[in-house]
């Protein structure tokens, strides 16, 4: 329950930045056409970039939440939409936070870090789903491995009757 708290506030967390970061690109555009000789050179283009990927950072959202219904409804297939989520993350790290920044030349060592960081937690949360004797009572079998994009060739947790195992 823990990590269906967490992703439920990570839910509204990352709506208010996506809608936030779709806006000020918005914004951004509009003062581009007013003003444009006062950016970078390179400024449209990384702009279009971030735009892309605020619109792909919004399907983190429609992932999570189809995470969690499946949680609560206890269908084997949850974990693959958290790790879809997770992946959707990392591009989303990519188009806003490190390419842009490239594109104009600009240090990006937050935006590095932040994609390490989110590497590990991906391969973390894989590691825990498909280990935890909790996740697995939780489920009432182990079919939720073989339905996950990156857990499917784990062993069950627990050495179960094949009965049990649900396939």
Request: glycine share 10%; proline share 4%.
């Amino acid at each position: 329950m823990f990590v269906v708290i967490a992703n439920i506030i990570g839910v509204v967390v990352d709506a208010v930045i996506s809608l936030t970061g779709i806006f000020e690109t918005i914004e951004l555009f509009g003062d581009m056409r007013d003003y444009g000789s006062y950016y970078p050179e390179n400024f449209e283009t990384a702009l279009y970039v971030t735009f892309i990927g605020e619109l792909v950072g919004m399907l983190t959202i429609v992932f999570t939440i189809l995470f969690l219904v499946q949680v609560f409804q206890r269908k084997p297939s949850f974990l693959r939409f958290h790790q879809l989520g997770l992946l959707v993350g990392l591009f989303y790290t990519l188009f806003v936070a490190i390419i842009p920044n490239i594109m104009l030349g600009v240090e990006s060592a937050t935006g590095i870090g932040t994609f390490v960081g989110s590497i590990g937690g991906f391969f973390l949360f894989a590691l825990y789903m498909s280990k935890s004797i909790r996740v697995r009572t939780y489920m009432g079998s182990d079919e939720y491995m073989h339905k996950a994009i990156f857990a499917f060739k784990n062993q069950p947790p627990l050495n179960m009757p094949p009965s049990q195992h649900g396939y």
